[in-house]
């Protein structure tokens, strides 16, 4: 066996302990997936974290942990708000190849980055470049998805301003938050109603190394008022109170 980049064994065991279960062609993808960021990554600015085992860890782990309370039915379309370099939404397609996934984001530079590495890792996944705000006024975005998910994007008021048009009614929002989600629960309190939402969920977690973390689930209960998402100077001017 050649060289690896990430510790595949490190990968699996991790992953393990958030009930996903990697197999061998899933580790393969990952290793080429890590490889590949630290590449890109001299060229374009994606991620502070280049050493592998960081990557595994912050970045992979992570990303994953999005299914440990979660099961998510055979095909389900997701919309991954902000990706960057693919986060969340490569791990989970990488982990769970059938299922559907949007990745949007507002910097064409880095979505060409996570277009080559789905090539190179043999996956495909619609890819949008466009700002959040503008696909969800876009009648063919807009409630078509069972869940959206964003990492590291906004403050979560904004961003279920961002997310929520895009979830069917009955599907859900999961945000992927560090420690101080009940300061961002109580802040985005009015606009989760406004836009249709309602909080099922929070899971408080550590990951390996002690990380703190928070996933929120926010539950599509009605349809979002067609004004909103408004564009972003709005949000930033007059958020949701
Ligand atoms: N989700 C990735 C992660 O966890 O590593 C990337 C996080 S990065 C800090 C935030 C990303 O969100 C950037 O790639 C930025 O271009 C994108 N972004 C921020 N606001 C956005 C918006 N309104 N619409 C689309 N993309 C947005």
């Not at 991790?14 to 990952?30: G, M, P, T």
């Not at 590949?36 to 860890?57: G, S």
Request: proline letters at 5%; one cysteine or more.
């Amino acid at each position: 066996m050649g060289e690896t980049f990430i510790s595949k064994e490190l990968l699996y065991e991790k992953a393990e302990l958030f009930h996903v279960k990697l197999d061998q062609e899933a580790l393969d993808r990952f290793d080429i997936y890590g490889r590949m960021l630290v590449e890109w990554n001299e060229k374009i600015n994606l991620t502070a974290i280049t050493d592998p085992e960081d990557i595994v860890i912050k970045h992979f782990v992570d990303s994953l942990t999005i299914f440990h309370d979660k099961e998510m039915a055979q095909g389900s379309k997701i919309i991954d708000v902000g990706t960057g370099a693919g986060f969340p939404g490569i791990p989970m397609l990488i982990a769970r190849p059938d299922l559907q996934i949007t990745l949007l984001d507002s910097t064409m530079k880095k979505l060409n980055v996570i277009s080559d590495i789905l090539d190179e890792i043999g996956l495909s996944a619609e890819i949008i470049h466009s700002r959040a705000e503008e696909a969800g006024q876009n009648a063919g975005f807009r409630e078509k998805f069972d869940y959206a998910t964003a990492r590291a994007v906004s403050n979560l008021r904004d961003l279920c301003e961002y997310c929520l048009p895009f979830v069917k009614v009955g599907g859900e929002f999961i945000a992927m938050k560090s420690a101080k989600a009940e300061e961002e629960i109580s802040e985005a309190k009015a606009a989760i109603k406004v836009l249709g939402g309602k909080i099922t969920d929070k899971k408080p977690f550590e990951l390996p190394g002690g990380d703190e973390r928070t996933i929120i689930y926010v539950k599509k209960i009605s349809t979002t008022p067609s004004k909103y998402p408004r564009p972003s100077a709005k949000i930033a001017k007059n958020p949701i109170k």
